[in-house]
């Protein structure tokens, strides 16, 4: 008799101990839960004012493509990448590296306008910031130099000088380099035989680096022509480029050259710069 009070004496303290370590404690109130933290994204963003300006190149350009008609427009002010996105900055917020030339300072290349709006969207959701593409009427403008004294490459006129501020094509000269897959290129005069760092080179006016060749940038916009100006036949679902790569000659590096590539569709000569309102 004593040992079965003994048992249920303890089987109460046991119960009601357990009881009191579940029931919630009115003094302490309910315990909240921590908010995730935002991803620090460290990435320069260079502001304009904005203004007028004269997209595309005059009738009197020697080495003009005819879609590239004068016309005057405004621009609001934005913000604009100082360099591309990077390699170490895709696969932060993606978890993996698309690039065919591999190196963390290198741009990402081998992206298609659509996943490039997959990394926008996550990237936003991250940070709790509006990053998005630049129009292609931003973009040129902030190519060439903004409003005033603007240059027909990222950074110069002359193009005896665009190895300074651009990676870019060069003349067959030289013994060829093997780089991958049987592929090679001669020796080139800016320092790079296939992509370049971002922060590479001397920057434009505004502080602006690589607007110039390493990689084709996408722009928002749908390749659509200036009024009164002829267009290149395209698909209307086609994406501008711009800005020529390091496999393209300096005529394609002008700030006011057009490109155009189909939404789904990646090279390792096309990555992306980002924008904001």
Known sequence: MIFRTILSFHFLIIFTLSLDAQAPNPLRGHARRPKPSKLVFNYPIIRLEGGDFTMGSPDTATDRNDDECHHNITIAAFGIGMYEISQDQWTEVMGY?????????????????????????????????????????????????????????????????????????????????????????????????????VKNYKPNSLGIYNMSGNVWEWCQDRYLPYDGCRSHDA??????????????????????NRGLNAPELKYDLIGFRLAED
């Open 97 to 197: 590296n698309p690039s065919h030339f591999t190196g963390v300072t290198l741009p990402v290349e081998q992206v298609s306008w659509e996943e490039v709006q997959l990394f926008i969207k996550n990237l936003n959701e991250k940070t709790g910031k509006h990053y998005r593409l630049p129009t292609e009427a931003e973009w040129e403008f902030a190519a060439g130099g903004g409003s005033k004294n603007r240059t027909k490459y990222a950074g110069t006129n002359n193009p005896l000088e665009l190895h300074k501020f651009a990676n870019f094509y060069h003349p067959k000269t030289g013994t060829p380099i093997p780089i991958v897959n049987g592929e090679f290129v001669y020796p080139p005069t800016d320092g790079y035989q296939t992509t370049a760092p």
């Open 235 to 256: 698909a209307l679902i086609s994406r501008v480029v711009r800005g020529g790569s390091w496999v393209n000659s300096a005529r394609m590096c002008r700030v006011a």
